[in-house]
């Protein structure tokens, strides 16, 4: 009961138009910066961690990705993407609610900040994508099963699919995986490498989500250097 309620919810989020007063309040936030804390208009217990490129405009639509830490920890891979999001003019969203724990829980976040953020933002539906880290990327890849043809991809990171869930034909969302060598899940999301294969997934990823997830590799390793 508890996944249908999750797919109705979901499906629900892309027939919704953006009423005056969230566009009005869309348009006060800053651009080219990240807004740490975004409290979502119909739950003010639910907030996101949020980027827009400095040249958004609600006269076109943009792509978005959202993102999941294990430690609602919304901001970092808000932080991660940014440098990417701008030079490819991405929308980033990144919850502060969702984290390892409770599934009703992860579904919750997931919904208030998709909801709100179709509500504030002029988004292409057809270029909505997750991203997580350990936990969270579990997290993204059960709802990206769950609701079939909400997201266009899944960048996973350090851990691939929750008990449960396998890679398969009946998939309708690209798949990219990220992990380091020295991961304790490296043995896990590079044993998906056959299975991903069969099922012609591997053949399937997006080249604009390879770049977002380059992108982040890269400063990652800046990062470290």
């Given at each position: 009961?508890l996944?249908?309620?999750?797919i109705?919810?979901?499906v629900?989020l892309?027939?919704?138009?953006?009423?005056?007063?969230?566009?009005?309040?869309?348009n006060?936030?800053?651009?080219g910066?990240i807004?740490?804390?975004?409290?979502?208009?119909?739950?003010?217990?639910q907030s996101?961690?949020?980027?827009l490129?400095?040249?958004?405009?609600?006269?076109?639509?943009w792509?978005?990705l959202?993102?999941?830490?294990p430690?609602a920890r919304?901001?970092t891979?808000?932080?991660r993407?940014k440098?990417?999001?701008?030079?490819y003019?991405?929308i980033l969203?990144g919850?502060?609610?969702?984290?390892?724990?409770p599934?009703?829980?992860?579904a919750d976040?997931?919904?208030?900040?998709?909801?709100?953020?179709?509500?504030?933002?002029?988004i292409d539906?057809?270029r909505?994508?997750?991203?997580?880290?350990?936990?969270?990327?579990?997290?993204a890849l059960?709802?990206?099963q769950?609701?079939?043809?909400c997201l266009?991809?899944?960048?996973?990171?350090?851990?691939?699919?929750?008990?449960?869930?396998?890679?398969?034909?009946?998939?309708?969302?690209?798949?990219f995986?990220?992990?380091?060598?020295?991961?304790?899940?490296?043995s896990e999301l590079?044993?998906?490498d056959?299975?991903?294969?069969?099922?012609?997934?591997?053949?399937?990823i997006a080249k604009?989500?390879k770049?977002?997830a380059?992108e982040?590799?890269?400063?990652?390793?800046?990062?470290?250097?």
């Amino acid at each position: 009961m508890l996944r249908i309620v999750v797919i109705v919810s979901l499906v629900l989020l892309v027939s919704l138009s953006p009423p005056a007063q969230a566009t009005q309040q869309a348009n006060a936030i800053p651009q080219g910066q990240i807004v740490e804390k975004l409290e979502c208009l119909n739950d003010s217990s639910q907030s996101y961690a949020l980027y827009l490129p400095s040249n958004y405009t609600p006269d076109r639509k943009w792509p978005i990705l959202y993102a999941l830490d294990p430690g609602a920890r919304g901001k970092t891979p808000v932080e991660r993407f940014k440098e990417a999001a701008e030079k490819y003019g991405w929308i980033l969203a990144g919850s502060n609610n969702s984290r390892n724990g409770p599934w009703r829980r992860a579904a919750d976040a997931w919904s208030a900040m998709t909801k709100d953020t179709q509500q504030r933002f002029s988004i292409d539906d057809d270029r909505v994508y997750a991203t997580g880290f350990s936990g969270g990327a579990r997290v993204a890849l059960q709802i990206a099963q769950l609701c079939q043809d909400c997201l266009a991809g899944v960048i996973a990171s350090g851990a691939g699919f929750p008990a449960g869930l396998a890679p398969s034909t009946s998939m309708h969302f690209l798949f990219f995986g990220t992990t380091g060598i020295d991961d304790f899940n490296f043995s896990e999301l590079r044993s998906l490498d056959v299975p991903l294969t069969k099922t012609g997934i591997n053949e399937k990823i997006a080249k604009e989500v390879k770049t977002l997830a380059k992108e982040e590799l890269n400063g990652r390793v800046r990062l470290q250097e």
